[in-house]
């Protein structure tokens, strides 16, 4: 059973660029969550979708950040225009309904100079 | 005050010694806790996953909450050089993951020497 995938897994932008990362759940799992690690930082949930409905939000940094799962499968997370303090590593997850356990993916990891 | 406090290390152990890991944290409203394993560049992979207080084994490793204390441990037995990674904490109030987002630790480096 194919895990948690993401694209790209480095991504190397210009401050004000824009960047889209996308997530590929694992078949199945109506659960996906976005998390991201800020170097030196703890790993902080950004948002949960049940399906393709957002469930909560309240993670993310501001308006530059666009998530959406259209169709309740993958899911894109845009950043625009990005900025320095964006750079860290973004995680994806998912989980099946009321299992608990989350699967991660390897990460997209941002850099923005 | 963080939420939850974890030392980040690196903690450095021979081969075969008992390991303790543990966070402490301050929100008494936190229900489930987990522990996961992040080896370098991989994402961070379920290891252990606790309800409310109490000890739970599984294999070589065990993990404790103490809701009084607010504090929880992973032990690992017989540690190996394989068991060298990060190893986070996780909390939250439903089920893990649930309806809410996980607060994680720093995570803690771990190094077992062969």
């Known amino acids: 059973e194919a895990g948690v995938t993401q694209f790209p897994s480095h991504s190397v932008i210009e401050k004000g660029q824009t960047v889209t990362l996308r997530c590929d759940p694992i078949?199945?799992?109506?659960?996906l969550y976005w998390y991201r690690r800020v170097m030196g930082k703890e790993i902080k949930f950004l948002l949960h979708?049940?399906?393709?409905?957002?469930?909560?939000e309240s993670g993310m940094p501001n308006n530059r950040f666009l998530a959406e799962r259209t169709g309740g499968t993958y899911s894109t997370l845009k950043v625009q225009p990005a900025e320095l303090e964006d750079s860290g590593v973004y995680f994806c997850?998912?989980?099946?309904?009321?299992?608990?356990?989350?699967?991660f993916g390897e990460g997209s990891r941002l850099t923005v100079l | 005050q963080k939420e939850v406090e974890q030392d980040p290390g690196p903690l450095s152990v021979p081969e075969g010694a008992i390991v303790s890991l543990n966070c402490t944290y301050s929100?008494?409203?936190?229900?489930?806790f987990m522990w996961y394993r992040q080896y370098s560049r991989k994402g961070p992979e379920l290891l252990m996953y606790?309800?409310s207080s109490g000890n739970k084994e599984d294999g070589r490793f065990t993990a404790q909450v103490d809701k009084s204390s607010k504090y929880i441990s992973l032990f690992i037995r017989d540690s190996q050089p394989s068991d060298s990674a990060t190893y986070l904490c996780a909390m939250s109030w439903g089920s893990g993951g649930g309806a809410d987002g996980l607060t994680f630790g720093k995570g803690t480096h771990l190094i077992i020497q062969p």
């Open positions: 606790t309800y």
């Open positions: 929100n008494s409203a936190f229900q489930y």
């Open positions: 078949s199945g799992h109506d659960n």
């Open positions: 979708f049940v399906k393709e409905s957002k469930q909560d």
């Open positions: 997850a998912s989980s099946g309904t009321y299992t608990g356990e989350l699967f």
